[in-house]
């Protein structure tokens, strides 16, 4: 998002609802690696709800229909995304050995947004005299378990910066140079929203010239599945559906 001067005058004065020009747009998602293959899914009707793929956790272990067995999920579906271990940390002037510790949505995010500015061209010194800020939305952290788990941890002080989700955006703001605002928001399954509304507010109240907004969320290992299966948050079959929406009023005060 961008706020031009005169925009940004006629905001600041008292109008909170003028609109903003959106200059880049970047993501990848389930069964799709870019905006235009996730367009061209929503186009087609494509479901992009698979069962949970070997590379994250297996399911033989861990799937049981009956909600009451221990440690165990009673869904096996969910929209994952391909290739998340894939990372070129020196075109980011990042070591192999610290990217091997950094959480995937660091890496993932750090990634978007870069082509999120290559495609509103602003990538390089245009970057030098504009007040650009990022906030990211974020709301959970597997990854560092993982490591523990697989005893891959050499260097505890990349294992902390590399998987704090505070840090998230701040990797985004110190790899750019950035000069704005800078925040990591995890308002549960709001987050993503809540930083693209704090951006335009930003935006709109002169703390900005330009700002990157987003969020990312990665399911990386068995254990928030698990979580949410006992909450009864998660459907069975991996669709919506009336008699699940019933089970799940029965479990939640909301």
Known sequence: FQAEDGIRDHCVTGVQTCALPIFGM???????????????????????????PPSRW????????????????????????????????????ISPVEAEVIDPQQRLFLETCWHTLEAAGYVGPRLENIKCGVFA???YNDYKSLLYKHGSIKNYGQVMLGNANSILASRVAYFLNLKGPVMTIDTACSSSL??????????REGEADLMLAGGVTLYLSEQL????????????????????????QSHSDL
């Open 26 to 52: 970047s993501g990848r998602f389930p069964g799709a690696n870019n905006l235009s293959e996730f367009w061209e899914n929503l186009q087609q009707g494509v479901d992009s709800i698979t069962e949970v």
């Open 58 to 93: 297996d399911i033989q272990k861990y799937y049981d229909p009956d909600p009451d067995k221990p440690n165990c999920s009673y869904s096996k579906w969910g929209g994952f995304l391909k290739d998340v271990d894939k990372f070129d940390p020196l075109f980011f002037n």
């Open 137 to 139: 939305g974020v709301i």
């Open 194 to 203: 809540m930083a693209i509304h704090l951006a335009c507010k930003s935006l």
């Open 225 to 248: 599945f698990v979580e949410m299966s006992k909450a009864g948050m998660v459907s069975p079959t991996g669709k919506r559906s009336e008699e699940h929406t019933s089970e799940l």
